[in-house]
């Protein structure tokens, strides 16, 4: 209930219901009464041309959900005719969240409409607002990680650094955002991003240690997730990072009663967050703005962990070294990486090995479909008829990038940026095994090669490498959480 009320308030115009609509036009009616007051006679003859009564707010449409100043406009001559716009207005910006990221710099994750951005070169700032001392103003950088995305809406960063230390006496204060359209109409866009509580600011939040040794930032989740996949994933990766992980899992709708269910004792421990997400849906993005929510991830963990990663639930990370990964980072970390990038392995999502040939086919079935996807799917680099593009993950230090994407970050403040030996860190992708709650082996090839067969993937090779860690991640989850329920 508490959910679909918030929904309401959070739909643009069109969308909203009749109580809402009189609300607005209550809001916009005030609103214009006190522009009337404030610019004089010019403003009155604009709304109520001479042949009618005066009727404050029957004309109200016109300004509906756009705050314009019209007051310079010349309506001394002619027959006045009126332009009246209905229908969707494209927000400048749609807030998701706003971070301070250490004694003088700020970033906020925004929705804002491409269109109106590569129409209007629009001026951002920033202030820093107190109650005792002079306001400080600066001018805001906007980065535009996913600006080829062809969607209403795109994903905008906007980085704000003062030339001086501001709150740092913990005296609380205020981020205000403006946005300046060019032109006269339009008035700013003005608004507090971010309101700091007196005592609120500590200087050790934004330097080591950290609560967490790594952050996990995946893509917003959506559709019909197997919960038992999500189960798989969570445990393998809780054992191979280590339990001072934090798993931010985004909720785009994918993350249905059973999914969270099988969440739910790692939320217990404080290893997984779920944010949900399910009301941005209402505003048209990439892919339910999968930009917008790894740069809110990113920044958000920032004063959470020395790493972050980036990566989706059908990826599982490997390493064949034997340097445990919070190790491997402090190592990189210590040469001054602060981003790399690690391959990944396409793996069949349907090519099963039958070991033991002599096991009856229902008997053996049976025992396959309880198997984890990563001990029964071992065919590795098919070869599927099609280039497949290689694709690379990644990880960072949130606090050495400004701004990231889904593949690697192209904003990053200092150091270095290499790719991952795959001996040292790779991932092994499993396109297509969890959204959809079906049995995966479609498949027992007779040749090791797995060539030929129905799925006419040919010439593949067999990587046991995640199969053989089954049994134990199997016992870690056990251990750490118990007994789990199969729901496929
Ligand atoms: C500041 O944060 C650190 C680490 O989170 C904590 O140990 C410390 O007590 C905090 N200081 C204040 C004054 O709240
Ligand atoms: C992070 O890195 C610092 C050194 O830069 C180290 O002292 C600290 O233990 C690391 N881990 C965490 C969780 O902050
Ligand atoms: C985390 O793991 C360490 C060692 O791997 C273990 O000693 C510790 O008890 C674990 N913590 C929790 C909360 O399970
Ligand atoms: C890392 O960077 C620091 C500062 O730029 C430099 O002094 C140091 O030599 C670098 N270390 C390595 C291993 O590159
Ligand atoms: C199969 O893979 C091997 C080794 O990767 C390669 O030499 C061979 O040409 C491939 N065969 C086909 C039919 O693609
Ligand atoms: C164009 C338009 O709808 N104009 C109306 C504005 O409001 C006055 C007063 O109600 C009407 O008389 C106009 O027709």
Known sequence: ?????????????????????????????????????????????????????????????????????????DLSRGEVRSFRAHGIATRLIVEVGSYRNGPRTFSSVVLTSKRLNNLHDILYECEWATADSPTLKVKARAIKPDWNMGELYGTMVIVC?????????????????????????RTPERFIALTEMQGEYNASRFQPPYPYDMTFCGSPLYGNISPQRIREWIAYHAYFLGNRTLFIFQDAGGIHDDVYRVLKPWIDLGQVLVENLRQAEVYEGYYHHQFTM?????????????????????????????????????????NNVTQFLFKTVKMSDGLCLKENKRESDSHFMAKISRKWAFEKLVYAKCDYGWTTVESRKYAVQPQMVWATGVHYSEHMKQGKRIDMDPDVLRSYHYHNTVNGRTELCKEFPKNPNGEPNSLKVKNCTIDKSMADLGPAVRSYEFAMVGEQPFIL
Request: some cysteine.
């Open 161 to 185: 650094t003062f030339p001086k230390d501001v709150g740092t006496k913990s005296e609380g204060g205020r981020l205000i955002l403006t946005a300046h359209y060019p032109g006269a109409f």
């Open 294 to 334: 790894l740069n809110d991830c990113l920044l958000r963990s920032q004063t959470l962990s020395n790493w972050t990663f980036f990566f989706d639930v059908d990826e599982f990370l490997f390493s064949s070294g034997d340097k445990k990964p919070v190790d491997l980072l402090a190592e990189n970390a210590r």
């Open 1 to 73: 209930m508490k959910s679909q009320k918030s929904l309401v308030e959070n739909i643009p115009t069109s969308g909203l219901g009749f109580n809402a609509v009189v609300v607005l036009v209550v809001i916009n009616c005030l609103l214009l009464v006190f522009q009337i007051s404030s610019s004089g006679s010019l403003y009155e003859r604009a709304w109520w041309p001479t042949e009618a009564q005066p009727m404050p707010c029957a004309n109200i449409t016109i300004a509906m959900d756009e705050n314009l100043d019209m007051s310079s406009i």
